[in-house]
């Protein structure tokens, strides 16, 4: 948009009845010119022409710098942010090689169908480069006699990681053309790749290195990424392989304002402030009636119904119906229905869509002017990403954060200078989990015997352990020096985006139709006996679980409420690996027993998301092995407590809550991919103890980067429970939404006494 329109925008924004000074903060970030090279000298003609058509006769510094290294047959990551040239800055490499080497072949990965789509136009404008070079997709879409022609002849492809991993590798003899001439590997979207579906993916590609290099091929790795922190060292742990960073920069941005938008308090005495949902739906609302095109995210599925439902329910009816200029968009969409919310918003038919982060990547979905992140997505990289799907080159393009009232939005939205501060973080990832490696050792040792002398390089210190344990387990055999499979693709037991093998269909029984699919601790979470949840702005109510069939059975409901699950956690360390000692205070990581069971759910209200009611029941507990740090209180400040009169209880309850609230904001991660406990005495410590775990099998790096940097964690509570206005605690600081204990015992300002005393001990220590 225009400068004009902006400030009439903001305007009307700020004279409408329902503002309240919501505004806390206003973040310029200032128009960049582009910085420009010319095209190497030894690019191919038609590589060339086919740029001049698109009115590319020169380069921005970073693409030039990505060939450049590329080309000298060095694994390079480059980052950059949306819609900045970021795939030329691959294409140009690759391209120019299978264009010169006629037998060369690139595959080109992407983590979503749209994506993949959306590149696939893009590369089709590349019309002299395409006619020589056989370019086409291959994804579980893919009709069979073109998989046959493409096993044949195809020379550059563009696959998601679960193609790779269902079709590709387990069927390798049929590729072994396409791996014996592979040159280049691209991974886009590099930091989308993190967590659970991170730690997969670095395993998945060790998998595709180890097959390509048994062809005698030894592919260059581009990783291209957001802006992160670190994204050397990062592409190395994700690939395998020593990865080279260009310098970022070059590319031309638009002025940007960012708005921080803090929901106004409610309840004075007790801090409550308004919804983040009802902010964001009057902003989203008052926006798109003045005809702009905006975007609104949300951090989970169920929060992109609630406000899409929001938004349906409060219109009046009438040939201008809001519901009919926006949609909603979030994965567990069937593929056509989210093709034609991307077709509709990108022809303009649509002025607003309420999506997930399923929209932050690099998708063509048009022009627009406004972007509202609802909620702290969990790294200062994802808020850019959503930032930057606003606004082009020299437009004045507004975002708005609207914050919740957490304490990890809180802090967000008060300290200006973290957002500005040009620290993004490193997205976490575990290619030691022991259950990602035994899982991928499965399917490897099917596709090819393993040879402990190579196959220890690619898999890691956990690989002779683990080859021992599915042996005996007669999942793999001895054949001479070689281990074999005894299992028929294996492949089929490993989900990617899961460290369970366990799949629930959620079944509508009104018309016996699939709604989505979880695995098993979704189900804890979301799909218990009771829940209330939400799919297409539609309720439906969970009738029960048939654990030995994996279904979720449902119905459509005519409920006024939604739920959250309470679940309750038993802790059980089984391994101690790193430990620390600050005088008395004793912190440690290492393996634990986490046991989790949903005994009941909160009845939240539509609309006024208030908790109606409260119901209790017990499901089946559920166990897992994962990494947790956790740090014992000495006794000194017991004492301490105890002659203040504070509830010791109350006190590691609130500072639990605390740790787990601000821990993304040194680690990548949302609060929900966490858990913990605390407790007066704990058996296997003997001492009073608080733990704080990864919420996924075996770990995922979390809770061990926390540990390394345990110091910022605690002052980082301590600040937010020392300057939270509140009397004796609010969800700002030490109330978490989530806890199974009602948030009972709390004592905030034992808390903020007991934060204290450790961040003295840990500066004694240094």
Not at 284 to 302: G, L, Q
Not at 340 to 361: F, K, M, P, Q, Y
Request: aromatic share 8%; charged share 25%.
């Amino acid at each position: 948009m225009t400068e004009h329109e902006l400030q009439f925008l903001l305007g009307q924004l700020t004279a409408s009845r329902e503002y309240d000074h919501q505004i806390a903060g206003r973040i310029e970030f200032r128009e960049h010119e582009a910085s420009l090279t010319p095209f190497p000298s030894d690019l191919d003609p038609d590589l060339v022409l086919d740029l001049s058509d698109k009115g590319i006769t020169q380069l921005y510094a970073f693409q030039r710098a990505c060939y450049d290294v590329a080309c000298d047959g060095r694994n390079v990551t480059v980052v950059s942010p949306t819609a900045s040239g970021k795939s030329l800055a691959f294409q140009l490499p690759l391209l120019n090689h299978l264009l010169k080497h006629a037998s060369a072949t690139a595959l080109l990965l992407y983590p979503t169908k749209a994506l993949i789509e959306d590149q696939r136009m893009k590369l089709k404008q590349m019309e002299r480069c395409v006619k020589r070079v056989n370019t086409a997709v291959y994804d579980g879409d893919t009709d069979p006699d073109t998989r046959r022609q493409l096993r044949k002849y195809g020379r550059l492809l563009l696959s998601n990681p679960d193609t790779l991993h269902f079709s590709m590798l387990p069927h390798h003899q049929d590729w072994s053309r396409f791996l014996r001439g592979l040159a280049y590997v691209v991974v886009d979207e590099g930091h989308y790749y993190h967590g659970v579906l991170g730690s997969h993916m670095a395993l998945l590609l060790r998998r595709l290195r180890r097959l390509a290099n048994f062809y005698g091929a030894y592919p260059v790795f581009i990783v291209a990424s957001a802006t992160i922190d670190d994204p050397g060292p990062f592409a190395s742990r994700l690939t395998g392989e020593l990865v080279h960073p260009v310098e970022p920069g070059g590319a031309p941005e638009g002025r940007r304002t960012l708005l921080l938008f803090n929901p106004k308090i409610v309840d004075k005495e007790n801090n409550i402030r308004r919804s983040v949902m009802k902010e964001t739906l009057w902003l989203f609302r008052r926006i798109v009636e003045e005809d702009i095109r905006t975007i609104v995210f949300t951090k989970s599925r169920r929060e992109a119904e609630l406000l899409y439902k929001y938004i349906r329910d409060a219109d009046t009816g009438g040939e201008h119906r809001l519901d009919k200029r926006v949609s909603t968009y979030r994965a567990g969409y069937l593929p056509a229905v989210r093709r034609d919310i991307e077709h509709r918003l990108a022809s303009g038919e649509l002025t607003g869509v309420v999506a997930t982060n399923a929209l932050e990547l690099g998708i063509d979905i048009g022009h627009l002017d406004v972007s509202i992140t609802a909620g702290y997505p969990g790294s200062i990289t994802s808020l850019f990403q959503q930032m930057g799907r606003a606004g082009r080159e020299r437009d004045h393009s507004l975002a708005i954060f609207v914050a919740s009232s957490n304490p990890l939005d809180q802090y967000v939205v008060q300290t200006p200078d973290f957002i500005s501060s040009h620290r993004f973080g490193t997205p976490s990832i575990n290619p030691d989990n022991e259950y990602v490696v035994r899982a991928h050792l499965r399917c490897a040792a099917d596709e090819l015997p393993l040879r402990e002398e190579i196959d220890r390089e690619y898999f890691g210190p956990m690989y002779a352990p683990l080859v021992t344990n599915l042996a005996g387990e007669k999942k793999l055999r001895a054949r001479g020096p070689l281990m074999v499979s005894t299992e028929t693709y294996p492949h089929r037991f490993v989900s990617l985006r899961t460290l369970s093998d366990k799949r629930y269909r959620v079944i509508d029984e009104a018309n016996g139709q699939v709604l989505e699919e979880a695995d098993a601790y979704k189900v804890i979470e979301e799909f218990y006996p009771g829940a209330v949840f939400l799919h297409q702005g539609d309720s439906y109510l969970v009738t029960g679980n048939d654990h030995e069939q994996q279904v979720v059975h449902a119905t459509p409901a005519t409920q006024n409420y939604y739920t959250d699950a309470i679940i309750r956690s038993d802790v059980t360390i089984q391994e101690e690996r790193r430990c620390k000692s600050y005088g008395d205070a004793r912190l440690a990581f290492g393996k634990v027993l986490v046991s989790e069971q949903t005994v009941g759910f909160i009845k939240k209200s539509f609309h006024v998301e208030t908790e109606i009611g409260r119901e209790y029941g017990e499901t089946p507990e559920m166990s897992y092995d994962t990494m947790a740090f956790w740090v014992t209180v000495p006794d000194p400040v017991l004492e301490r407590l105890k002659n203040g009169g504070y509830d010791i209880a109350g006190s590691l309850h609130a500072a639990e809550h605390l740790l787990i609230a601000l821990m993304p904001i040194v680690v990548l991660c949302d609060p929900r991919d966490l858990g913990g406990l605390s407790t007066i005495l704990h058996r296997d410590t003997m001492k009073p103890t608080i733990f704080v775990y990864d919420g996924h099998i075996g770990g995922v790096g979390l809770a061990e980067t926390a540990y390394d940097h345990f110091r910022r964690v605690v002052q980082l509570s301590l600040d937010r429970v020392s300057t939270c206005p509140c009397r004796d605690g609010c969800p700002s600081c030490v109330y978490s939404p989530k806890c199974g204990n009602n948030n009972k015992p709390l004592d905030k300002h034992g808390a903020q006494v007991l934060l204290g005393e450790l961040l003295e001990c840990l500066g004694r220590s240094e």
